[in-house]
Nanobody
Framework: QVQLVESGGGLVQPGGSLRLSCAASGFTFSSFVMSWYRQALGKEREWVAT????????TYADSVKGRFTISRDNAKNTVYLQMNSLKPEDSGVYYC????????WGQGTQVTVSS
């Protein structure tokens, strides 16, 4: 069955970095656009970044542009989100999704940015 498993979340101080991973199985990963979304407590889920199937093109929400980098390794069926210069407003549950529009979702990993 289809699985998307996020990892790498945690507690980090403002200005710090985290690298999230999302391991995929059960579908042809290399054929799917992959995205990251996040949801802060009490807020709606928002789109963060997208990478096309080849990995050669990426897009970002304005709020993370220049700080976050999405990438993928099709040999490992994994998509990553490198997050630098983290701010408290980056806190939330981060989800990866497959497809455009999103067809499959992971369970999420918590990111907390706090001093």
């Amino acid at each position: 069955q289809v699985q998307l498993v996020e990892s790498g979340g945690g507690l980090v101080q403002p200005g710090g970095s985290l690298r999230l991973s999302c391991a995929a199985s059960g579908f042809t990963f290399s054929s799917f656009v992959m995205s990251w979304y996040r949801q802060a407590l009490g807020k709606e889920r928002e789109w963060v970044a997208t990478v096309i199937s080849s990995g050669r093109s990426t897009t970002y929400a304005d709020s993370v542009k220049g700080r976050f980098t999405i990438s993928r390794d099709n040999a490992k069926n994994t998509v990553y989100l490198q997050m630098n210069s983290l701010k408290p407003e980056d806190s939330g549950v981060y989800y990866c999704s497959a497809g455009l529009p999103s067809r499959y979702w992971g369970q999420g990993t918590q990111v907390t940015v706090s001093s």
